[in-house]
């Protein structure tokens, strides 16, 4: 991975990690994936007279990634209900990397070098034990948290593979990025309205400005990193970004006022070493 794109998809992660952060202080998960993912599609429909229309494949990639979009939301949603959020979202987080990986070796033979490998098992280890400071034990999860949570990360990988797939096969990443930004908002909305109906729709009328500006911070950190994933290996771009987890606990702590206990310290010692190791590989 070269410079370049190495300090691309860390400034994608710090957006990342801001928009998180932005959310937090006002919506629960579902609504803020729900409402950013409008507005990236609403951010991103200005770009659609300026790009490429996608050819065949890429219109095939978008369709296989909406599709684990919709599981990703659908299990992250049951997740939340029968867990505890602090716990099954980096669980989530932390395994999908690990799947990619082994998505990318199976699939299209991308076969991580030795340090891009530790790198990969570092950030996710560093995840894991964010997982842990989020008010108990892993062990403390029911099995159906768990189970959830694991299947979320499959469609994370998933959709992570076909986007990495779908931006090489475009024109160019660009147009892969904001067709498909323009359809998940769609289709993100309706499967929204669904689950939550009026209510939602009392929270867009509220919080519009903040979805568009996180749909802005949320689109542009993927599109860089779905650029990066066609310059290097889409595993070793896919764990790179969870690095946010990094940057979103420096904000909770500096910005936020949150306490820095021992977990979020060895979990951060973890996330930096694959950071580490990543750029070497």
Request: charge should be positive; charged fraction near 10%.
């Amino acid at each position: 991975m070269t410079l370049a794109v190495f300090s691309a998809v860390l400034a994608a992660a710090l957006m990342h990690a801001s928009w998180n952060a932005l959310i937090k202080v006002r919506l629960d998960r579902f609504a803020s994936i729900s409402l950013t993912a409008l507005g990236m599609a609403v951010a991103s429909l200005p770009l659609l007279p300026f790009v490429a229309f996608p050819n065949r494949m890429a219109w095939i990639w978008i369709g296989v990634s909406l599709v684990l979009h919709i599981g990703y939301r659908l299990f992250l949603i049951r997740a939340y209900e029968v867990g505890d959020l602090a716990q099954t979202y980096p669980l989530a987080r932390g395994s999908a990397p690990l799947i990619t990986t082994i998505g990318g070796v199976a699939l299209i033979r991308e076969v991580p070098g030795p340090f891009a490998l530790a790198g990969i098992l570092l950030l996710s280890a560093g995840t894991f034990l964010m997982s842990l400071r989020g008010g108990g034990r892993l062990a403390a999860l029911n099995p159906a948290a768990v189970g959830y949570a694991l299947t979320t990360s499959l469609f994370i990988a998933g959709y992570t593979l076909a986007d990495g797939l779908g931006a090489r096969e475009a024109h160019t990443a660009l147009s892969y990025a904001a067709w498909l930004f323009v359809c998940d908002g769609i289709v993100a909305t309706l499967l929204a309205l669904v689950y939550r109906g009026r209510r939602l729709a009392q929270t867009l009328a509220v919080e519009w400005r903040l979805g568009l500006f996180t749909g802005l911070l949320s689109g542009g950190a993927y599109a860089i990193a779905m650029w990066a994933m066609t310059k290097a290996p889409i595993a070793s771009v896919a764990s790179l970004r969870e690095s946010s987890i990094l940057f979103a606990m420096a904000i909770s702590v500096f910005a936020l006022g949150e306490k820095m206990t021992a977990w979020r310290a060895a979990s951060a010692l973890f996330i930096v070493a694959g950071v580490v190791a990543l750029r070497l590989g």
